[in-house]
């Protein structure tokens, strides 16, 4: 969006119901000039001159003397809207042609076409959500699983903001008790505790980290639990992933090397989305392409949350960890395939090896579809993915939340080390601003016209 602050005075309009196919459309306006522009469009079966705050009216949309539509009309008078301006609501019969006839001819009457997110831009600048609250309808509206629409829904009620406006007040408290020192003669305020104000501080940081540990939970809610595929070429990895997601998604040859490039799939379960990727073979070749292919599995790890291992012979654990030593333990685990072959009843030897090492593991046939289930209810588990998801507590969700918690959670442990070294009040309280200045660029009460450009550039247009 451009010149936002400019063209807030605009009336704007846009259809904000998916096009296509459907008994109803609704056409949004917003702006001063909105009940202008309805009251010469919508005639009230009722034969009303005016429109009146919230009531339904149901009539025609007349243009230059032909009815372009049945209708419902409701008007939501400034500052009880969405977006604080005054707002019209047309609900039209669906399909294409009606309803883009009705927006052309709002277009024709004096309004704009509403660019991405300038619904929800409004709404934000005239006080009705907060920063939080727009990335909340954001992941909302782009949710692909129970848990994320759940998760979403939770901040969208402000239990993500309360969090913040927590953090904030124990900002303030604690800027104001060493302000006083800065402000006033020391003889006008309470004797100073220097170990009363550390533990201010203390709380301030245990409080911004607990909030911080919640964005691994958050992401994995929202952008769904990733699930990296690897083995040496031929053991099952490509037949596994077409058991998981029941389809033959993944060539699967015997032809080592088969697989060239990253192969994602995703699933729901139980309402939290898994995306798995399966992957070039690892092994020594001297085939261009398949190394770079084993590089980009490699390269993968990093952006995994579980990694499985799989592999069809038993063999020795150290021989396995050396091929595989790229991958951090926490987030291995050993799938034993081709069970049906060998037996489920009989026990491998690297299974003892694995419960020593504590590491997880499970034994399945993917040709044979035996155990993929299992392993598949597990990995939300394995992952903690399902941790507090049913509680209240807020998550974090975007990495713009994160990366200003970081750096707010930076200055105040700045102006801890300052205060306990001596320095100057005036330099400890300038670190605790610092900190009060990233929280509020969290929830938007510190303007910063790059972020509402990459954050309602995302919204979908008449949203």
């Not at 005239?126 to 129970?146: C, F, M, P, V, W």
């Not at 400890?428 to 509020?440: D, K, P, Q, T």
């Amino acid at each position: 969006m451009r010149n936002k602050i400019q063209l807030l005075n605009d009336t704007i309009c846009a259809i904000c119901t998916p096009s296509g196919a459907g008994s109803i459309s609704v056409i949004r306006i917003s702006g001063s000039d909105s009940k202008k522009i309805a009251l010469k469009l919508f005639k009230a079966s009722c034969n009303s001159e005016d429109l009146k705050h919230r009531m339904v009216y149901f009539g025609n949309l007349v243009h230059r003397g032909e009815i372009i539509d049945e209708s419902i009309c409701i008007f939501f008078s400034s500052p009880n809207s969405l977006t604080g301006q005054d707002v019209i609501e047309f609900h039209t019969h669906g399909g294409f042609v009606v309803p883009n006839t009705v927006l052309n001819t709002i277009v024709d009457l004096g309004a704009r076409i509403a660019e991405p997110g300038e619904f929800s831009y409004r709404s934000f600048i005239n006080g009705k959500i907060d920063l939080l609250k727009a990335e909340a309808i954001s992941t909302l509206i782009a949710s692909q699983s129970e848990a994320s629409a759940r998760c979403s829904t939770k901040n969208i009620s402000g239990a993500i903001t309360k969090k913040f406006n927590n953090l904030r007040q124990l900002g303030i408290n604690l800027l104001s008790e060493i302000e006083a020192r800065v402000d006033f003669p020391e003889e006008e305020i309470p004797q100073f505790d220097k170990n009363s104000i550390e533990e201010e501080f203390q709380n301030l940081i245990n409080q911004s980290n607990l909030l911080m540990q919640t964005y691994r939970r958050g992401r994995l809610i929202i952008d769904g639990l990733r699930v990296l595929i690897l083995g040496e070429p031929n053991v099952g990895k490509s037949t596994l992933l077409n058991s998981i997601i029941n389809e033959e998604k993944a060539i699967v040859t015997s032809t080592p090397g088969t697989t060239r490039d990253l192969l994602d799939a995703q699933i729901i379960v139980d309402g939290k989305k898994i995306v798995f990727s399966d992957t070039a073979g690892m092994r020594i070749t001297t085939n261009e392409i398949e190394n770079i292919g084993i590089q980009k599995a490699k390269d993968q790890v990093d952006y995994s949350d579980l990694v499985l291992i799989v592999m069809d012979s038993d063999i020795n654990i150290k021989l396995v960890d050396q091929k595989f030593d790229f991958i951090p333990r926490g987030k291995k685990i050993y799938i034993l395939n081709k069970c049906d072959i060998y037996g489920f009843d009989k026990k491998w030897k690297i299974e003892n090896e694995l419960i020593e090492e504590g590491v997880e593991y499970i034994k399945i046939s993917a040709k044979k579809n035996i155990n993929v289930d299992l392993l598949v209810e597990k990995l939300p588990e394995l992952s903690k993915m399902g941790d507090n998801l049913d509680s209240d507590e807020a998550l974090l969700t975007t990495e713009r939340q994160v990366r200003h918690l970081r750096k707010g959670i930076m200055s105040i442990q700045n102006s801890l080390k300052l205060f306990n070294d001596g320095s100057p009040m005036e330099i400890v309280s300038f670190e605790i601003r610092e900190f009060l200045n990233e929280i509020g660029k969290i929830t938007g009460e510190v303007s910063n016209e790059d972020i509402y450009d990459a954050l309602f550039s995302k919204f979908c247009i008449g949203k």
